[in-house]
DNA sequence: GTCTATACGGCGATAGAC
DNA sequence: GTCTATCGCCGTATAGAC
């Protein structure tokens, strides 16, 4: 439950773009979602679907560089994590029927040629979660050019999958990817350590 | 060239979705880019803009299908073969200003939950590469379940860099994803056979 | 700040002359 | 089979009452 309508409006956006992309879904359908009328779009977000778009990008953006830390500070052995990373997505997406997908993914696809100010949202979040996922994985013991390789492969591998899953409605695909990844860092300790602190720029 | 009106009009519409995605792309640019009038698009396509797009799939997933084997086929390592493959889609990528992208999946992620005879046109593209690839690297000598495991893993891993790479206009994350799969199956030894015969269905 | 009514443009699709 | 004019609808965005 969002508090603010400003924050209602960015909620239902994130979810229906989730969903459907940017150009499938209208102002009006944010509007309802939200329970908003259009003229309450227009009056927080004076720059219209793209301004909207835009702040549901970055919201959903740090909350899911967020989550992969998370899920991975569980673990010790860096092939157990990935594998238990792509499991997790796996079950997510069956649980939602296949619906569930990167929010920011199935926009940033769409919009890479065509609105050049979403295109540069969508690369500044992608970008937050690569430094952040190597500093991440910097920070428990990898060597810095492994730890970003590492990450782009994981979010790399996780898109992809995530788009084959989608359509085929199966979760091979990203269990698959988890386990071919995991092959090879299996026996690649992670060091502990206090406090993580990462998150996206 | 295209020799006729009707594959004229299906390479614009390819091509045009490759960057754009499905929602973006009018009938309009259709027409314009193929140098046809829009009647003649209903003319030979009595379903609209859906099947236009859905013969387009088809049409580029069969080449694409046939891309991936022709390309392993130089190699007799598959780490090596992966590297390889990963670096021409960088190199092609580069070459194109960061336009060029797989045409099934721009779309397949636009259209999965919206137009369900669009998603079951590319799941059925998707499933013809994977159990091509899984057949081909199986004449090639590995077995049943790895081979299709590595067809899924570089499928997955590349459209997911294809989406990071154009967000990003960074060749980096492809090359990343290429170096990172090839460690795992560097000494891995593909078998010589005569002819490879792998399409998509 | 909230909400309704509406403007204006572009969309997919069609009709029908050639 | 080719092409143009046009239809009806829905998109974003706005004006202005409350």
Redesign the pocket.
Known sequence: MAR??REAILTAAAELMRHRGYAA?????IAHAS??????????F?????QIAREALINAGAAYGLLIPTLIDEYDDLGQAIEGVFAQAAEDMASTGFANMCPVASVAAEVADTVAELRETSASVFRGWIEGGAAYFAARGLDGARARDVTLAIVGALEGAFVLARTLRSTEPLLAAGRTLALQYRGVTLARVSAAAVGPR
């Open positions: 603010s309508t879904v209208g102002m009006k359908d329970g908003a009328p259009i003229g309450s779009l227009y009056h927080h004076r720059g219209g679907k793209v």
